[in-house]
């Protein structure tokens, strides 16, 4: 067994293979880059490197800099965790020359599982089915449209190299394929340094059922069930769970017969997963995920097993574990982003300025790499943690998730909470009654519910109380218009944004707290421990205040309130539609205009990147440009103006 491996990773992977190493009695060595020189991950590991700026190809996929750490350091061994370099071969191969133990697959499991075309005609060489297609090594824009209108709209496009939804595209009629096929192609090259890309037919009510395999040096290769990844945004999973729900015992033990199958013939070692889109009673190879998933956690919690224990010990040339394999209850992980669904999941970009998490039971997992006070930037995915539960049904695992999505709360960022609370709390998605289009298809229903009356009051009263101490230190009778009388009662006129508008509560001091006239009547509000007292009622809320905002957070839910000065000049919007501007903070990766061109309304002007993610910023109008304020690789903040239009 290897006595110091390195990680070549950050945030919560990296942490999550410390803490296993870490019970084996193995040191580990994390590598940085400058934006992680005080992450969570490097404080957790024994010894830490630095590696580089923060732009991931100039650090965590610089793989002769991870090296050089390996052996700076004496680490036997490197963990490349998911993403990065983890599906490298050639990354694998420097390893192995350094005389350092990769771990994970050999270079030709790699290779042989790296392109989705060529990975789905080995897979039919071998038996297992696959989605009508074209997988050929013909790219121009005539073949492909063939291949399409042979297959049968709708079609999905996808990038041979790569997966987490990047270049990929549906495509519902022969007018939108030449765009998509261009937009597939340059974010696979931006993605994975290669434009190739297959189409297959658009399964309109799929499950996507992946089978988590591992195989040894020795022979031996299990299947440790199946993991449902169903629910999607982006073609990215959001809710994963273990097993599958209504996947009977007969068609587990063929899906399963199906990924060792796929597995050994193309020799693989270590933890792989087979991923397959299922429709009714057909399922389809779709890819091999050469690595550690994500998800794995769901595994782990119905199988009792640490897949990580077993990578490092697979690894070490050791064989498979012999320990019975059977499931064990049921498991749900949630994944919890930096990211806005209101806005088509935007990536939030900011600093952690609150963060409060479940707690961990037995019945509760968290896999994070973040704290308090970091920051979510602009270079790597979202991903601020993974939550995972267990019930010893799918109901109960359930109820548990609900509870704990509850109590996670976060500021700073805005996040996914809210949707996943809805989906938890979705009657479909309680009955099991989904496929990939869940969230498009429920998108109305999954909205977060409109405040009701009494927690607005609730929300409206604490806020006035974090805000009043100051405003009443400040309401000097003659110098503040806000009705004193000298024989009458004294108050202060508080005016707050919330998020139905702009609202002014009078607000009048009694023992021990405030007389607050609020939209739907007054109460009595006071402090205590742990919430507000509404007409003597303790009601449990947490307050956070930062200058003239304050976030109100009840029962998991952020509401934001701003104090507005009545007599301050009003704000003069300045861009209108005369101006393009940055949505988020990210890196301009294509400008498609230059001063003078006339533009229609939808047309693409520029392209930005950001947490793994392609933007297309399209003309808010028709016009002429005016200016074009941004070059390739700039990196620009939210609310830049990046393009300016001649006036009308």
Known sequence: MFHKILIANRGEIACRVIRTARSMGIATVAVYSDADASSRHVAMADEACPIGPAPARLSYLRGDAIIAAALRT?????????????????????????????????????????????????????????????????????????????????????????????????????????????????????????????????????????????????????????????????????????????????RRAVMGEAAIAAARAIGYVGAGTVEFIAEGDAFYFMEMNTRLQVEHPVTEMITGLDLVEWQLRVASGEAIPAVPLAIRGHAIEARIYAEDPARDYLPSIGTITHLRQPDETAFVRLDTGVRQGDVISPNYDPMIAKLIVWGEDRDTA???????????????????????????????????????SFLSRHEDSLAEPMILAVDRSLILAAGCLALLPEAQQSADPWAVMDGFETNGEGHADLHLHDETGLVVIRAAPVAGGY?????????????????????????????????????????????????????APPVVEQAGDGRLTAPIPARVSRVLVVVGDVVTKG????????????????????????????VVDDMVQEGKALVLFEAE
Request: aromatic content about 4%.
């Open 398 to 436: 359930l109820r548990r998730l609900s509870r704990a999505l509850n109590e996670y709360e976060v500021v700073g960022v805005r996040t996914n909470l809210g949707l996943l609370r809805t989906v938890a709390a979705h009657p479909a998605f309680a009955g099991a009654d989904f496929d990939t």
């Open 515 to 567: 007389r607050l006239v609020l939209p739907e009547g007054a109460v009595i509000a006071q402090s205590m421990p742990g919430g507000v007292l509404i007409d003597g009622v303790p009601c449990r809320v947490r307050v956070l205040r930062e200058g003239a905002a304050v976030t109100v957070i009840l029962t998991g839910r952020n509401h934001g309130l701003t104090a507005i000065d009545p007599l």
């Open 74 to 250: 004496g680490a036997q061994a490197i963990h490349p965790g998911y993403g990065f370099l983890s599906e490298n071969a050639e990354f694998a191969e420097a390893c192995a020359a350094a005389g350092v133990v990769f771990i994970g697959p050999p270079a030709s499991a790699i290779r042989a599982m790296g392109s989705k075309a060529a990975a789905k005609a080995l897979m039919e060489r071998s038996g297992v089915p696959l989605v009508p297609g074209y997988h050929g090594d013909a790219q121009d824009g005539a073949t492909l449209s063939a291949a399409a209108d042979s297959i049968g709209y709708p079609v999905l496009i996808k990038a041979s190299a790569g997966g987490g939804g990047k270049g990929m595209r549906i495509v519902g009629e022969p007018g939108e394929l030449a765009p998509a096929i261009e937009g597939a192609r340059r974010e696979a090259v931006a993605s994975f340094g290669e434009g190739r890309l297959l189409i297959e037919r658009y399964l309109t009510r799929p499950r996507h059922i992946e089978i988590q395999v591992f195989a040894d040096t020795q022979g031996g290769c299990v299947s440790l069930f199946e993991r449902d990844c169903t629910i999607q945004r982006r073609h990215q999973k959001v809710l994963e769970e273990a097993p599958a729900p209504g996947l009977d015992p007969g």
């Open 603 to 630: 047309m693409p002007l520029l392209v930005l990147e950001a947490m793994k993610m392609e933007l297309t910023l399209t003309a808010p109008r028709n016009g002429v440009i005016a200016a074009v304020r941004a």
